[in-house]
Protein backbone atom coordinates (compact mmCIF):
# COMPACT_ATOMS: atom_id res chain seq x y z
CA UNK A 1 0.00 0.00 0.00
CA UNK A 2 1.33 3.17 -0.55
CA UNK A 3 1.42 6.06 2.17
CA UNK A 4 2.20 9.59 0.55
CA UNK A 5 2.08 11.00 4.17
CA UNK A 6 5.09 8.53 4.84
CA UNK A 7 7.16 9.54 1.92
CA UNK A 8 6.67 12.60 2.88
CA UNK A 9 8.35 12.74 5.91
CA UNK A 10 10.95 11.02 4.49
CA UNK A 11 14.27 13.64 3.12
CA UNK A 12 15.17 12.82 -0.57
CA UNK A 13 18.74 11.84 -0.06
CA UNK A 14 17.09 8.68 1.85
CA UNK A 15 14.48 8.36 -0.65
CA UNK A 16 15.86 5.37 -3.41
CA UNK A 17 15.66 6.12 -7.07
CA UNK A 18 15.34 4.12 -9.84
CA UNK A 19 17.64 4.35 -12.58
CA UNK A 20 16.92 6.39 -15.56
CA UNK A 21 15.69 4.17 -18.21
CA UNK A 22 17.95 4.03 -21.36
CA UNK A 23 17.12 4.50 -24.73
CA UNK A 24 16.65 1.94 -27.43
CA UNK A 25 19.58 3.44 -28.91
CA UNK A 26 22.13 3.61 -25.75
CA UNK A 27 20.84 -0.25 -25.14
CA UNK A 28 21.94 -1.04 -28.68
CA UNK A 29 25.30 0.74 -28.45
CA UNK A 30 25.77 -1.01 -24.78
CA UNK A 31 25.12 -4.09 -26.69
CA UNK A 32 27.10 -3.53 -30.00
CA UNK A 33 30.46 -3.12 -27.36
CA UNK A 34 29.48 -6.23 -25.29
CA UNK A 35 28.72 -8.65 -28.04
CA UNK A 36 32.53 -9.20 -29.76
CA UNK A 37 33.99 -10.22 -26.36
CA UNK A 38 30.96 -12.76 -26.07
CA UNK A 39 32.25 -13.99 -29.52
CA UNK A 40 35.59 -14.00 -28.56
CA UNK A 41 34.95 -16.20 -25.71
CA UNK A 42 32.85 -18.53 -27.05
CA UNK A 43 35.11 -18.94 -29.61
CA UNK A 44 38.09 -19.37 -27.05
CA UNK A 45 35.40 -21.95 -25.19
CA UNK A 46 35.27 -23.94 -28.94
CA UNK A 47 39.23 -23.95 -29.58
CA UNK A 48 39.94 -25.16 -26.40
CA UNK A 49 36.90 -28.07 -26.61
CA UNK A 50 38.23 -31.56 -27.68
CA UNK A 51 37.13 -32.60 -31.29
CA UNK A 52 35.40 -36.21 -29.72
CA UNK A 53 33.22 -33.37 -27.64
CA UNK A 54 30.37 -33.07 -30.49
CA UNK A 55 27.88 -31.86 -28.99
CA UNK A 56 29.27 -29.34 -26.78
CA UNK A 57 31.42 -27.77 -29.97
CA UNK A 58 28.00 -27.86 -31.84
CA UNK A 59 26.24 -25.86 -29.41
CA UNK A 60 29.24 -23.97 -29.57
CA UNK A 61 29.08 -23.03 -32.95
CA UNK A 62 25.57 -22.05 -32.73
CA UNK A 63 26.16 -19.72 -30.20
CA UNK A 64 28.81 -18.39 -32.57
CA UNK A 65 26.25 -18.14 -34.99
CA UNK A 66 23.87 -16.53 -32.79
CA UNK A 67 25.78 -13.80 -31.56
CA UNK A 68 26.90 -12.70 -35.02
CA UNK A 69 23.55 -12.76 -36.60
CA UNK A 70 22.84 -10.63 -33.10
CA UNK A 71 25.90 -8.40 -34.34
CA UNK A 72 24.77 -7.66 -37.62
CA UNK A 73 21.39 -7.06 -36.37
CA UNK A 74 22.57 -4.58 -34.11
CA UNK A 75 24.74 -2.32 -36.68
CA UNK A 76 21.93 -2.57 -39.06
CA UNK A 77 18.89 -0.99 -36.18
CA UNK A 78 21.79 1.40 -35.65
CA UNK A 79 22.32 2.25 -39.01
CA UNK A 80 18.56 2.87 -39.09
CA UNK A 81 18.74 5.37 -36.80
Not at 18 to 23: K, Q
Not at 55 to 63: C, F, G, I, S, V
Request: net charge negative; charged share 40%.
Amino acid sequence: MYDAAYEASIPDAEIPRSPRPISERQALEREREELPAQLAAYQRELEATPITFLERRERLEWQIRRVQKRMAEVEGRLGKG
